[in-house]
């Protein structure tokens, strides 16, 4: 096996053969960064029944990850501000190559890939600058840097390729931060969120921007249907005395905003950590990790509430939503648990 | 007065609650006195500043001194009444990391804008315009000396200590008219359980003592190639050092009522406090020196360790599980 793998890894570095397919590795369904109980950080694996595919060490805290979407390939972000990102081989957990954020900027930890896997986007802090801008990376030619362009806002955080195959939404969060000073936020009595759309040469197509009772609400992540509603979660920098939704939906067709009382201030804690929406866009998931809560909600309705402590992790199977927790759980859409002795980190993505 | 005033609330107040920490006692105790002297001296100083605005007036600034230690010793307490209506950045703009006190200051002197005689219409300029870190400019930066207009100036300086006052009364009414009593009686909209309500204090506690190390130090030590000295807090009065020391004492105090007077925990706030003082550095200028530099990045990190120390020792016993995700922020 390992005589296999070096060969195939040989076979890659020489760029000479097709890499392997989603469908030729068949699992992993997920992969998760996570904490190991001896306090390493690692990026995972995960099938569809709960169980670890892989486990790779990674030099500092993960975050989230982006599939590749034709070749078993992931990038897995460093945690903010950090500056690596590695690039998986998802049938083995083996890395084949590195990004590093050019000297001023930083990763925030969100990723997406152009339809034919030919580009990456990262979300980026220009941090002198105080301004947030998208890197785009040529995979097919090792992921070299071909250079970045605005974000539309400060501080965005996760970002997401929408279905026409030709734009990306981006959550700018609002918030500035400066590797100096760590993860203190440096701007909250001035933070504009904003909800912005771009072409994949970085003309700005639209963006939308919450009234200002919602301003220092900071959209920080997207999940995406098939029809192109966005789903936006957000996290609430007031006090939280005061009540407002938390989770949002932008049509852009119909240019509308529907905003979700149920997923409020006051039920979650000020505090979305992630969110999913099944493939039709009918259902969506969120979840807040301070309240310890899953909600899933059919249209703007609340279908469902399970408290479950430190849960994050979300993604949309297409028989119902997958989640993992800070203490280790899976949990199958069918309530199914799998305990592993791995802190899983906010996201769970699905490949 | 301060520490005889917790000792006899402690003695008086309710059994410490299920999960460890009497909230009531750290209401009453620690709090309702910190507001309440920031509310007196902020109406001291604009009392003050009614007769006396020019900046080389030493009462004007001896009472811009002791109102602004006031609010750094409250300045950790960044939930309730203080985020209402965007009150406490209305004190403290701070870090202003787009220079823009001193832009807001120019429009308003250049426009002579008549805000400046009437309370509810200066409440609605700039928020950087307003507040110590604003008056600081006007009293302190010779590129805001009366020159010329010593009136305009003057009804500006008047006008900031007015609001001053007004936002510090309005934060210590809620906190005595409900809110304190809305945090001790958990089992409301805001605090469900009393684990909630010490979850509030706690975060409070960790985030003051993060924001000293890596606001207060972090900007001005920048990095080593690059340091930036002139981003110390309040460099122009001389008070950088000075407000990590009202803050860690202040810290200190809110510890020990979380902590059940923790020997370690005390310990721990000693020993950075003594570094601190011994650091003969007001303005951290030694940021851009080797061995200053060295020094002060001592200091930063026992305010590190401290933190650590908190979240080990101090968190679970309030039923605060170290969540892996509750805790990240992103």
């Given at each position: 096996m390992a005589n296999r793998r070096s060969f195939i890894a040989g076979m890659f570095a020489a760029g000479a053969l097709p890499r392997a397919t989603w469908a030729q590795v068949g699992s992993p369904a997920f992969l998760s960064a996570g904490m190991a109980p001896d306090g390493t950080f690692v990026l995972c694996g995960l099938s569809r029944d709960g169980q670890i595919t892989f486990q790779r060490s990674l030099p500092a805290r993960g975050h989230a990850a982006a599939a590749h979407p034709v070749r078993a390939e992931a990038v897995a972000f460093a945690r903010r501000p950090g500056t690596f990102a590695i690039v998986l081989d998802c049938a083995t957990g083996t890395q084949t190559a590195q990004l590093d954020a050019p000297y001023g900027r930083h990763?925030?930890?969100?990723?997406?890939?152009?339809?034919?896997?030919?580009?990456?986007?990262?979300?980026?802090?220009?941090?002198?600058?105080?301004?947030?801008?998208?890197?785009?990376?040529?995979?097919?030619?090792?992921?070299?840097?071909?250079?970045?362009?605005?974000?539309?806002?400060?501080?965005?955080?996760?970002?997401?390729?929408?279905?026409?195959?030709?734009?990306?939404?981006?959550?700018?969060?609002?918030?500035?931060?400066?590797?100096?000073?760590?993860?203190?936020?440096?701007?909250?009595?001035?933070?504009?969120?904003?909800?912005?759309?771009?072409?994949?040469?970085?003309?700005?197509?639209?963006?939308?921007?919450?009234?200002?009772?919602?301003?220092?609400?900071?959209?920080r992540h997207l999940a995406v249907s098939a029809q192109g509603s966005v789903v936006f979660a957000m996290q609430w920098q007031g006090d939280l005395t005061e009540d407002l939704p938390l989770l949002g939906v932008h049509n852009s067709t119909a240019g509308t905003v529907d905003l979700v009382g149920d997923a409020s201030v006051q039920t979650m804690n000020g505090y979305l950590g992630s969110v999913a929406v099944s493939r039709n866009g009918a259902q969506i998931a969120t979840t807040s990790p301070r309240s310890g809560t899953l909600q899933i909600f059919e249209g703007p309705t609340l279908r469902s509430e399970t408290r479950l402590r430190d849960i994050c992790g979300v993604a949309a199977t297409d028989t119902g939503f997958y989640a993992t927790t800070g203490t280790g759980l899976a949990v199958a859409p069918s309530g199914q648990r799998v305990a592993h002795p791995v802190a899983w980190d906010n996201h769970l993505v699905p490949i | 007065m301060r520490h005889l005033l917790s000792a006899i609330v402690i003695a008086l107040s309710s059994p410490a609650g299920a999960d460890g920490a009497d909230i009531r006692a750290i209401v009453v105790g620690h709090i309702l006195p910190g507001y309440q002297i920031l509310a007196t001296e902020a109406a001291d100083l604009a009392a003050t500043a009614a007769s006396e605005c020019a900046p080389n007036s030493p009462d004007l600034i001896a009472d811009f001194n002791t109102a602004f230690d006031a609010w750094v010793s409250v300045s950790h307490?960044?939930?309730?009444?203080?985020?209402?209506?965007?009150?406490?950045?209305?004190?403290?703009?701070?870090?202003?990391?787009?220079?823009?006190?001193?832009?807001?200051?120019?429009?308003?002197?250049?426009?002579?804008?008549?805000?400046?005689?009437?309370?509810?219409?200066?409440?609605?300029?700039?928020?950087?315009?307003?507040?110590?870190?604003?008056?600081?400019?006007?009293?302190?930066?010779?590129?805001?000396?009366?020159?010329?207009?010593?009136?305009?100036?003057?009804?500006?300086?008047?006008?900031?200590?007015?609001?001053?006052?007004?936002?510090?009364?309005?934060?210590?009414?809620?906190?005595?008219?409900?809110?304190?009593?809305?945090?001790?009686?958990?089992?409301?909209?805001?605090?469900?359980?009393?684990?909630?309500?010490?979850?509030?204090?706690?975060?409070?506690?960790?985030?003051?003592?993060?924001?000293?190390?890596?606001?207060?130090?972090?900007?001005?030590?920048?990095?080593?190639?690059?340091?930036?000295?002139?981003?110390?807090?309040?460099?122009?009065?001389?008070?950088?050092?000075?407000?990590?020391?009202?803050?860690?004492?202040?810290?200190?105090?809110?510890?020990?009522?979380?902590?059940?007077?923790?020997?370690?925990?005390?310990?721990?706030?000693?020993?950075?406090?003594?570094?601190?003082?011994?650091?003969?550095?007001?303005?951290?200028?030694?940021?851009?020196?080797p061995q200053g530099r060295l020094r002060i990045e001592v200091l930063q990190q026992e305010i590190n360790d401290i933190r650590q120390l908190l979240a080990e020792s101090v968190g679970p016993s309030l039923g605060i599980a170290a969540g892996f995700n509750s805790l990240d922020g992103d």
């Open positions: 990763f925030y930890g969100h990723g997406a890939f152009s339809p034919d896997g030919d580009l990456l986007f990262t979300t980026e802090n220009d941090f002198d600058a105080g301004r947030g801008v998208i890197g785009v990376w040529d995979v097919s030619d090792g992921y070299r840097r071909l250079g970045e362009v605005g974000s539309g806002g400060v501080g965005p955080h996760d970002i997401k390729l929408m279905p026409d195959g030709a734009s990306l939404v981006i959550a700018n969060g609002g918030i500035e931060t400066h590797p100096e000073t760590g993860r203190t936020k440096l701007n909250i009595p001035t933070m504009r969120p904003n909800l912005s759309y771009i072409d994949f040469d970085g003309q700005l197509l639209d963006q939308i921007e919450l009234d200002p009772a919602h301003r220092k609400n900071s959209i | 307490l960044r939930f309730g009444p203080s985020e209402q209506q965007d009150r406490a950045f209305a004190l403290a703009f701070w870090p202003d990391t787009r220079g823009s006190i001193p832009k807001a200051l120019a429009t308003l002197l250049g426009d002579q804008d008549p805000a400046v005689s009437d309370p509810d219409a200066f409440a609605e300029v700039s928020i950087a315009a307003r507040g110590f870190y604003a008056l600081e400019f006007l009293l302190f930066d010779p590129q805001f000396a009366p020159g010329d207009n010593p009136e305009y100036h003057c009804a500006l300086v008047q006008a900031i200590t007015g609001d001053i006052a007004l936002i510090s009364a309005a934060i210590h009414d809620d906190w005595r008219g409900g809110y304190g009593d809305v945090m001790s009686d958990a089992g409301n909209d805001t605090y469900r359980t009393p684990t909630e309500a010490a979850q509030q204090l706690f975060t409070a506690l960790s985030t003051g003592l993060e924001f000293t190390a890596n606001a207060r130090i972090g900007r001005p030590l920048g990095t080593f190639d690059r340091p930036r000295p002139n981003r110390a807090e309040a460099r122009r009065s001389g008070r950088s050092l000075s407000h990590v020391i009202l803050s860690l004492t202040a810290t200190k105090d809110l510890s020990a009522l979380m902590s059940a007077d923790s020997a370690a925990v005390a310990e721990a706030f000693d020993t950075a406090l003594q570094r601190a003082e011994a650091l003969d550095d007001p303005i951290f200028a030694g940021a851009a020196d």
